[in-house]
């Protein structure tokens, strides 16, 4: 039964692994990124960082400047950060759903074969 089981474990790391390729994606259409040394480098930086620490948000605040009007890449830049952020956090507690709905069938199951 854990081989079934580990078909769900945690999915965060998978969901940011993909969204560091939509972000590389993103970046080199953009021009942030023109060769593919740069790119390896930034692919290379952000798996480390997701290597390296616990699966949490990525969403970061960029505080305004008084006096200075907001750029329009650091807003944009937050609001990605928290539609992934969401994003991630709703597919990770359907997956924690879905594991609950399988321990509750199985708990039924195995007390009718008691019986």
């Not at 790119?39 to 200075?68: C, F, S």
Request: net charge negative; hydrophobic share 40%.
């Amino acid at each position: 039964m854990s081989r079934y089981l580990d078909e769900f474990a945690s999915i965060v790391p998978t969901i940011q692994g993909k969204q560091i390729l939509e972000l590389l994606n993103s970046a080199t259409d953009t021009g942030e990124v023109r060769t593919l040394e740069e790119y390896q480098a930034r692919l290379q930086e952000l798996t480390d960082i997701l290597k390296n620490t616990d699966p949490q948000p990525t969403y970061k605040i960029y505080e305004a400047i008084v006096g200075h009007p907001i750029r329009s890449d650091a807003f944009n830049t937050m609001v990605n950060t928290m539609v992934n952020d969401l994003d991630t956090a709703f597919k990770e507690i359907n997956n924690i759903a879905e594991v609950l709905d399988i321990h509750k069938t199985l708990i039924r199951w195995g007390s009718v074969k008691i019986k």
